[in-house]
C-alpha cells in the first residue's frame, strides 16, 4: 500500500545490457534477452511494492543507429516479449502505455502491440513502455500542438499535450549500468524527479535494487524549488 514516502511513478532508464554480456563473453542478444527477465522482475515488483506506474525506456529513436544485426535481435525480443507476457499483465491487472512513436516498427509488432493495447486497457496499474522514444521530439511535439490548439504556448499547455499527459507527475527516475545522464529521456517530466543511479546492470536488477532506491527517495526531502 503506498505511503506519503512511497512514489506513485517510477522511471527507470534500463542500462548495461551490452555490458552485461561482454563480461560473460556472450552475444549482445544475450544481454538484451535477460534485460527482459529483469523487465519481469520489475514489473512484478511494483505490484509488489505498490507503485503505480512504471515507465521503461525500451528503444530510443537513436536506438536505429546501433548495427543492422542489434537492431533485429531488440525487435526479435520484442515479439518474443509480447507473445510470452501479455496474458500474465492481464491477470495482474497491468495496463500498457507506449509512448513515443511505436507504429515506426514492422507491421507485425505494430499489430501485436496495438493487440497489447486493447487487451490490457483494463488494468488498474499502468506499464509505460518509451519505443521509437526521444524527449526533445516529444517537446517539440507537444509545443506544437499546443500552438495549434491555442495559438499559444504555455507550460500547462505543453504538460497537456505530452505522450505522459495521463499518467501521474514522476517522482523517481532511476539509471542502472553507473552511468549519469539522462539520454534524450523524460526530459521535462524529470524536473523536479528525485534521480538515483545505481551501478548495477540491468540484467542483474532485482526487487532489492528497487527496494534501495525506493529507500533512498524516501530519506529524500522534496523541495521543489523551495526552501
Known amino acids: 500500500m503506498n ?19 561482454a563480461k560473460r563473453r ?34 530510443s529513436s537513436e536506438n536505429w543507429k546501433r548495427g543492422e544485426e542489434e537492431v533485429g535481435d531488440l525487435m526479435k525480443l520484442m515479439r518474443r516479449f509480447i507473445e510470452a507476457n501479455l496474458d500474465d499483465m492481464v491477470a495482474q491487472g497491468v495496463k500498457l502505455k507506449l509512448i513515443g512513436d511505436h507504429t515506426a ?13 486493447e487487451r490490457t486497457r483494463g488494468g488498474t496499474r499502468t506499464l509505460a513502455v518509451a519505443l521509437n522514444y526521444g524527449s526533445q521530439q516529444e517537446i517539440a511535439r507537444a509545443a506544437a500542438k499546443a500552438a495549434a490548439a491555442a495559438g499559444e504556448v504555455t507550460v500547462e499547455s505543453i504538460e497537456a ?4 499527459a495521463d499518467l501521474p507527475p514522476l517522482d523517481l527516475l532511476i539509471r ?12 521535462w517530466q524529470a524536473a523536479y524527479a528525485e534521480m538515483v543511479f545505481m551501478d548495477v546492470l540491468w540484467p542483474d536488477f532485482e526487487e532489492k535494487h528497487l527496494r534501495e532506491a525506493l529507500d533512498e527517495f524516501a530519506r529524500r526531502e522534496r523541495r521543489y524549488g523551495g526552501r
Open 3 to 21: 505511503t506519503p514516502t512511497t512514489p506513485r511513478h517510477v522511471a527507470i532508464i534500463m542500462d548495461g545490457n551490452g555490458r552485461w554480456a
Open 26 to 59: 556472450l552475444p549482445r542478444a544475450m544481454g538484451h534477452r535477460e534485460g527482459g527477465e529483469a523487465v519481469r522482475r520489475a514489473v512484478k515488483a511494483c505490484e509488489v511494492l505498490g507503485i503505480e506506474c512504471l515507465t521503461l525506456y525500451a528503444f
Open 105 to 117: 516498427f514492422e507491421p507485425d509488432i505494430v499489430a501485436k502491440l496495438d493487440h497489447a493495447l
Open 161 to 164: 499535450n505530452l505522450d505522459t
Open 176 to 187: 542502472t549500468s553507473g552511468e549519469v545522464r539522462l539520454s534524450n529521456f523524460l526530459l
